[in-house]
């Protein structure tokens, strides 16, 4: 059933530039793509005032699952006799119409929002207010702003929580509030900070931008000349790109961009392998720009005849796998080492001719200043010398491969039946590909060389115990796809 309630002005107060849309939408889950709204409800206010309010379940024409109906208190029941939404839609568009969309996790609305229309033949690209984002700009001191806890920290009160219209009431009473606390010319400063105006490009083309897909990726920004200017990542393709036109920092690309290339991927680790193969493979421009073009300094531990344990220092962006394991440290610039090697030797005692800071003939100076407690001219155990070594750079060498051989990662799309593998040894990417109800090909093309920058994405992942469930060890058959891929490989 449809409410709709026609409400008497609350307060005379001059209004915002545009009315507002306060929305909540209960679903069947949390991806846009592949649920369902159950449920929808809109506060349209203007001049600080409800004018009309809409509330209404919506059948999904699917099934709930049971933890969605502990959540919502909705059951299969309430559902079966509601209305689909193509069936609210023209009584739910007079209260989103050239408003402001605002919601509590705004892109979550307002993206099942738009699948919603879509689904039913609309277009629906509304101006969002976070207001997620809106507590955070207002209260930095405060970790958690989830509406649970922002109900909680100010004292509001929710008739139906998780449910669609007690949820866009609380909204709107805690705008009440804030404007109350801030003042009213405080707050509207800081809602168009937050709404600032998204200008395209002069030739790009609208069309184009609602195109882009809302789910993790990489996108291509390129030239009028078909020139590749940036490569990017984001859990969101559009709204990263978006997010570009609005920056005050990035105008002169900005203003270059003709074309967007989307390339969507499962997941995040996805995104930021295929960002990395892709800047190192086509050199964007300004992602060149705004990285030194200069070669890493790579520290390796080597031990002398004597058995101490020295450190060598040498340019080099590759390394191959088997001399990971020799790899203390990775710096930006030869500076950065120095700093560090400085710090280090004076923080551990470490004698700066065994870390290459000094080449002298026989003993360091720190041995003249009793700095050096004399490994250098042998006065001091190897052993002793070596653990204060090893300890100095624990934070900052390469981690020991953790696993026995290859591991596969897998990492599901948002429908579970697709998304993409990646074979991996040595944190080294061997191999990867992608697969869909359409077929199954290559994803990023594998590399047999240790790299830095991968090993930082790679580390991170698979170091994190959360993300152990995506990783098991090879099938035959996987082997046999990752590695034909590859000629210097065959399958066992």
């Known amino acids: 059933m449809v409410h709709e309630i026609i409400l008497k002005p609350m307060e005379k107060n001059p209004p915002f530039e545009s009315p507002l849309a306060i929305v909540d939408v209960e679903t069947t889950g949390a991806s846009s793509l592949y649920h369902r709204v159950i449920e929808v409800a809109v506060l349209r206010v203007e001049g600080w005032r409800i004018v009309r309010q809409f509330q209404s379940l919506v059948n999904p024409e699917r099934f709930l699952s049971p933890t969605i109906e502990a959540v919502t208190g909705i059951t299969n029941a309430d559902l079966a006799l509601a209305p689909r939404f193509a069936d609210i839609l023209e009584d739910l568009w007079p209260l989103l119409q050239d408003s402001v969309f605002v919601a509590h996790n705004a892109r979550f609305d307002s993206a099942f929002l738009k699948q919603e229309f879509a689904r039913a033949g609309r277009r629906f690209n509304p101006k969002c207010l976070c207001t997620v984002k809106l507590s955070r700009r207002l209260f930095p001191e405060y970790r958690h702003h989830d509406l649970t806890s922002i109900i909680e920290r100010h004292g509001l009160t929710c008739e139906a929580r998780h449910r669609a219209l007690g949820d866009a009431r609380v909204l709107f009473d805690f705008l009440a509030l804030v404007r109350a606390q801030e003042g009213k010319a405080s707050l509207e400063k800081t809602v168009h900070g937050l709404l ?59 203003q270059q ?8 991927t499962a997941g995040e680790l996805g995104a930021l392998l295929l960002e990395l193969h892709l800047i190192k493979e086509l050199h964007p421009i300004y ?56 710090e280090a030797a004076k923080s551990h005692g470490l004698c700066h001719k065994l870390l290459g800071l000094e080449n002298p003939r026989s003993y360091c100076f720190g041995y003249q200043l009793k700095r050096c407690s004399g490994a250098c001219v042998g006065e001091e155990p190897p052993d002793l010398y070596n653990l204060r070594f090893d300890r100095a750079f624990l934070r900052r060498r390469v981690a020991a491969w953790p696993f026995q051989g290859s591991i596969v990662i897998q990492e599901r799309g948002g429908d579970g039946d697709s998304g993409e593998i990646f074979l991996i040894d040595q944190w080294c990417l061997l191999s990867s590909f992608s697969y869909s109800d359409f077929g199954q090909g290559p994803f990023i093309r594998g590399s047999h060389t240790f790299d830095y920058d991968s090993y930082k994405v790679l580390s991170r992942f698979l170091l994190d115990r959360r993300n152990r469930k995506t990783l098991r060890r090879p099938t035959r058959e996987e082997l046999h796809i990752l590695l034909s891929e590859d000629p210097a490989f065959t399958a066992p």
């Open 257 to 264: 961009v003709a074309r967007v290339d989307a390339r969507p």
């Open 287 to 342: 992602n060149q720009a705004s990285r030194s073009k200069k070669p890493l300094f790579v520290a390796r531990r080597e031990l002398t005849p004597e058995g101490y344990a020295r450190l060598t220092l040498a340019e080099g962006d590759m390394i191959e796998p088997a001399d990971a394991s020799r790899v203390v440290a990775v710096f930006k610039n030869r500076s950065q080492a120095v700093r560090y090697l400085t």
């Open 196 to 254: 600032r105006t998204r200008s395209l490009p002069p030739r790009m083309d609208p069309e184009v931008m609602q195109s882009l897909p809302e789910s993790p990726g990489v996108y291509l920004l390129y030239g009028a000349s078909g020139e590749l200017l940036y490569v990017g990542k984001s859990k969101n393709i559009r709204e990263r790109v978006l997010g570009h036109f609005s920056s005050d920092h990035e105008l002169d690309m900005c």
